[in-house]
């Protein structure tokens, strides 16, 4: 099949998540007024590098297998 | 609020890894098998969320959330009693037929099973349907986008337009499929986050339901006619639909999902990719696990927003209105986007909505360019070409799709009215088809002639119904009633379930009675294409709860738990 779509989308939502939670790190917390006092942008990027790094580790253990 | 630096680089990250996946796939389109069916290669998880992505276009994420301001809970019906069973059906029944016939489209298993005519009717009528459903969401698309992200409607259409048609040039179908991956998962983490900051903001689901018995006793319903999937179908004047119960799982469920989930091309052909007999099959029941929670991505906002309005929460959200005063309910997500997120988020929220519109279109596109190339060029015009003349009629066919479907936008843009009417006559061609095939795949002895004339007659008996009757309050014209009034619907739903009851019923009668009057096929030519004459598949090679059947039941018992608990 060429192409194992795990790996962009994990690099995808790995970059997305840093992103995320950089700005959230970093930013005035007045902007979170409107997600109710929440730092949605820091909790949401974290879950978004979770998704993006088990994504590369699924898709580099099955690259791993095939050329065993 | 307008996007800033932050929301345009998210965004900008989407467009590069969605035209790198073509990119990178560029040199994997040798034959015109790989450019229209992935060369048969892609994996059963892929194939499922590609299933579920090519249909969560703009009408289906916009469509679903107002539908659950307007008419609530409910609005789960078009999951849990439509799609759900539906696609079970097709993994578990179905797929053996059309990936075992080595069809390589919808309207080629009409061919193989029935005659040339009959697959010329839905091939063609599917072809000119697909364009300009295309046109039509690229137009909501245009409006949207120009009102969230400032941008004019040339530039929306043409940008968006303009990526699809490079990265389905570059890797065809596996270039559709696998953005339509990325896709999936960006809707998801784009919308998640609005359900969760939206409840809290209303107190919980508790809150939720609370403010939604204000919202139904402020119309005249039960209190819980908001929050409940069944509990107030019983008669159609209890609920805010306006249908009751026999028409929610015959018209809706039966007929039009089924019609729609296990006969259009644009789903089935993800299936149909698929690397083996069994990954096709389970393409569809993998899809039907996040299709039966999608409700509460989709749906709850909308009932979110209309609670909010009618009641609001802390930060105070309301739906805006539109210029004739009444609810926007169509604006239910982009406005609640951009009341919940602050920057950073919005630009996820907004790539959500980025990704929807183009797996929708480019489904309709990779869906178009095939029936194109395999069911009319090279079936009427162009026969015995070589494989890389009908690849490149494929690549000329997507550039001539995707420009049509602008040239429908702008159509829309100017005339609503016709695209009205085409969406109608689309839902009369559409009506009567799952009758055909359920006959075509059950019945050795339906003919070809049958299948024809029984189409032929479903739709004209759509048309008919619906010139016929009327939803109540409605004048006559594009709602109904065209020829004469001989029923008033309590709503327009109940008048489009009751149309598709019809159509499929009379599809049914005509098909079986021209079936026994016409001279039926040599058995043996019906071999792999109907279901008694086809060798049971042996699933011995799979783990037991690997099987369709077991996974399928098990869907089926989830989905009706998901009814029970939301009753």
């Known amino acids: ?68 | 609020m307008h996007p800033r630096e932050i929301d345009w680089v998210i965004m900008g990250v989407y467009f590069v890894f969605v035209l790198g996946v073509g990119y990178a796939l560029r040199r994997q389109v040798k034959t015109s098998t790989d450019y229209f069916l992935s060369g048969r290669s892609i994996p059963a998880w892929v194939a499922g969320l590609a299933f579920l992505s090519a249909n969560l276009g703009a009408q289906e994420v916009i469509g679903m959330a107002a539908s659950g301001a307007k008419y609530g809970m409910a609005t789960s019906h078009f999951y849990w009693v439509g799609a759900v069973p539906a696609m079970v059906f097709l993994g578990v029944f179905m797929m053996p037929f059309y990936y075992g016939s080595q069809a390589r489209s919808v309207p080629e298993y009409l061919k193989l099973r029935f005659d040339e005519k009959t697959r010329g009717l839905n091939a063609i009528s599917f072809a000119t349907m697909t364009v300009f459903s295309s046109g039509i969401s690229m137009y909501a698309m245009g409006l949207l986008l120009n009102l969230l992200l400032g941008w004019d409607f040339d530039t929306s259409v043409w940008l968006s337009a303009a990526v699809v048609l490079i990265y389905i040039l570059l890797g065809g179908l596996t270039s559709a499929i696998y953005n339509e991956v990325l896709q999936f998962f960006l809707i998801v983490f784009g919308f998640a986050p609005l359900v969760f900051l939206g409840l809290k903001d209303l107190g919980g689901w508790q809150g939720l339901s609370a403010r939604l018995t204000h919202v139904a006793t402020a119309q005249g319903f039960a209190p819980q006619a908001w929050s409940s999937t069944w509990s107030q179908m019983g008669d159609p004047t209890s609920n805010p639909m306006g249908v009751e119960w026999f028409g929610v799982a015959m018209g809706l469920g039966f007929v039009l999902s089924f019609g729609y989930w296990c006969t259009d091309f644009l789903v089935v052909q993800r299936a149909m990719a698929a690397h083996s007999m069994s990954a096709a099959r389970r393409t569809p029941l993998i899809a039907a696990v996040p299709k039966m929670l999608f409700p509460f991505l989709v749906i709850v906002p909308g009932m979110i927003a209309i609670a909010s309005t009618q009641h609001t929460g802390a930060s105070g959200f309301v739906l805006p209105h539109k210029p004739d005063g009444t609810l926007n309910y169509d604006l239910s997500i982009p406005m609640m986007l951009s009341h919940y997120f602050p920057h950073g988020m919005l630009g996820l929220g907004l790539t959500a909505l980025l990704a929807s519109f183009m797996s929708g279109m480019a489904g309709n596109v990779t869906a178009f360019n095939t029936v194109w190339t395999y069911d009319i060029y090279q079936a009427y015009i162009n026969r015995g070409a070589s494989d890389h003349h009908y690849l490149n009629m494929g690549r000329v066919a997507t550039v001539f799709g995707i420009g049509l479907s602008v040239a429908a936008a702008y159509v829309a843009n100017h005339f609503n009215n016709i695209m009205d009417m085409l969406q109608l006559l689309f839902a009369f061609v559409n009506a009567p088809l799952f009758a055909t095939f359920l006959l075509g795949m059950f019945w050795k002895r339906a003919t070809g002639h049958g299948a024809f004339a029984g189409l032929l007659c479903g739709t004209a008996a759509a048309a008919l119904h619906h010139g016929l009757t009327l939803p109540r309050g409605s004048v006559a014209g594009i709602k109904g009633g065209w020829l004469a009034l001989l029923h008033a619907y309590p709503s327009e739903m109940a008048q489009n379930f009751w149309t598709a009851i019809w159509a499929f019923t009379v599809c049914l009668v005509v098909t079986i009675a021209v079936s026994l009057i016409t001279r039926p096929r040599a058995e043996n030519d019906l071999v792999g294409l109907v279901y008694s004459l086809t060798p049971r598949l042996r699933e011995t090679d799979q783990a037991w709860y690997a099987r369709p059947a077991v996974l399928g039941a098990g869907v089926l018992a989830a989905t009706l738990l998901l009814n029970l608990i939301f009753w």
């Open chain 1, 1 to 68: 099949m060429g192409l194992d779509i795990r790996i962009p989308l994990g690099v995808m939502f790995t970059i997305l998540g840093l992103l995320l939670t950089g700005f959230g790190f970093f930013s005035d917390p007045v902007i979170y007024q409107r997600s109710l006092g929440i730092d949605i942008n820091l909790w949401w990027g974290l879950a978004l590098l979770l998704f993006g790094a088990l994504m590369l580790c699924l898709g580099w253990r099955a690259a791993g297998g095939r050329t065993h």
